[in-house]
């Protein structure tokens, strides 16, 4: 292949009758390689990018950036750093403020509700352990009433000296359905005492609920409190900050008069020192 062969016919060289008003196939002309203009402004076009300064030269791409170019900031700029990370702090300050304030809110409301529960249940069970006591008290005088009545049959039993045997076949058929009674009125007064622990026992389960509820709040009390101490002592280290920046900015305006009180000082020099030389000026002429 020399310079005489063209792709577009087959690579084989190009005699003269081929070339008769072709002139654009001249194999004497370089063969172009785009036979249309590119077209610069289709997206697909590989062209010089506007932002060549931002990557290297072998790249054909822009930087995927995972987070902002930070921006170059100088000595001037102190203060906005200072300003956007003290408003910064303030809103993070803010915020869990306002998050202490929700949990707090949260707490007390959960605990007004468990308060409200526990002195329902307290009512309920205050009003069973009466009824118990009432109970208890009525079957003790009921007891008292058959005692008594037993006295008084055994009393007459003894007095009267009944000697048949139906008397006594009678007499033992009482007192048998009598213990009998007492036996069921000794069940019922162990169920009722067994009831009364039970209601103790629930007590106690209320009470220590209580003393947890009061625990965790002067938890969050101390919590607080040394939050506030927190913030308090980030206060008083930012007015230091703003006072030692005041002193600065006296120390340079100090400065700033010394240089000025100098500077007249200079001109007045100059001024004096122009006098003479047109005084000079004069004597010579």
Do not use: W
């Given at each position: 292949?020399?310079?005489?062969?063209?792709?577009?016919?087959?690579n084989?060289?190009?005699?003269?009758?081929?070339?008769?008003?072709?002139?654009?196939?001249d194999?004497?002309?370089?063969?172009?390689?785009?036979?249309?203009p590119?077209?610069?402004?289709?997206?697909?076009?590989?062209?010089p990018s506007?932002?060549?300064?931002?990557?290297?030269?072998?790249?054909?791409?822009?930087?995927?950036?995972?987070?902002?170019?930070?921006?170059?900031?100088?000595?001037?700029?102190?203060?906005?750093?200072?300003?956007?990370?003290?408003?910064?702090?303030?809103?993070?300050?803010?915020g869990?403020?306002?998050?202490?304030?929700?949990t707090?809110?949260?707490i007390?409301?959960?605990?007004?509700?468990?308060?409200?529960?526990?002195?329902?249940?307290?009512?309920?069970?205050s009003?069973?352990?009466?009824?118990?006591?009432?109970?208890?008290?009525?079957?003790?005088?009921?007891?008292?009433?058959?005692?008594?009545?037993?006295?008084?049959?055994?009393?007459?039993?003894?007095?009267?000296?009944?000697?048949?045997?139906?008397?006594?076949?009678?007499?033992?058929?009482?007192?048998?359905?009598?213990?009998?009674?007492?036996?069921?009125?000794t069940?019922?007064?162990?169920?009722?005492?067994a009831?009364?622990?039970?209601?103790?026992?629930?007590?106690?389960?209320v009470?220590?609920?209580?003393?947890?509820?009061?625990?965790?709040?002067?938890?969050?009390?101390?919590?607080?409190?040394?939050?506030?101490?927190?913030?308090?002592?980030?206060?008083?280290?930012?007015?230091?900050?703003?006072?030692?920046?005041?002193?600065?900015?006296r120390?340079?305006?100090?400065?700033?008069?010394?240089?000025?009180?100098?500077?007249?000082?200079?001109?007045?020099?100059?001024?004096?020192?122009?006098?003479?030389v047109?005084?000079?000026?004069?004597?010579?002429?």
């Amino acid at each position: 292949m020399n310079h005489n062969t063209n792709i577009h016919f087959g690579n084989r060289t190009l005699i003269p009758h081929d070339l008769h008003g072709r002139s654009y196939q001249d194999p004497a002309v370089s063969i172009v390689p785009h036979p249309f203009p590119p077209n610069r402004a289709h997206p697909t076009f590989e062209g010089p990018s506007r932002d060549e300064h931002h990557y290297h030269h072998h790249q054909n791409r822009p930087p995927v950036y995972h987070q902002p170019p930070r921006p170059v900031l100088h000595s001037h700029h102190d203060h906005v750093l200072n300003r956007r990370r003290d408003s910064h702090f303030d809103a993070v300050l803010e915020g869990f403020m306002e998050s202490q304030r929700r949990t707090s809110r949260d707490i007390e409301t959960k605990l007004e509700f468990t308060r409200y529960e526990l002195d329902g249940r307290l009512g309920e069970l205050s009003t069973q352990i009466e009824r118990v006591e009432s109970r208890c008290l009525d079957m003790e005088e009921d007891l008292k009433k058959q005692g008594e009545a037993i006295e008084d049959n055994r009393r007459a039993i003894h007095f009267t000296k009944v000697s048949t045997k139906e008397m006594d076949n009678h007499l033992d058929e009482k007192i048998s359905s009598l213990d009998n009674n007492l036996d069921g009125t000794t069940k019922s007064l162990n169920s009722i005492t067994a009831v009364a622990h039970q209601a103790k026992r629930e007590v106690a389960e209320v009470t220590l609920k209580e003393r947890q509820c009061y625990s965790t709040m002067l938890t969050l009390v101390e919590g607080q409190k040394q939050v506030k101490a927190q913030i308090r002592d980030l206060h008083i280290s930012l007015d230091k900050r703003s006072q030692d920046i005041q002193r600065r900015a006296r120390g340079l305006e100090d400065k700033v008069d010394g240089v000025s009180k100098e500077v007249k000082d200079l001109t007045t020099r100059l001024a004096n020192l122009e006098e003479k030389v047109l005084t000079d000026k004069d004597d010579r002429s």
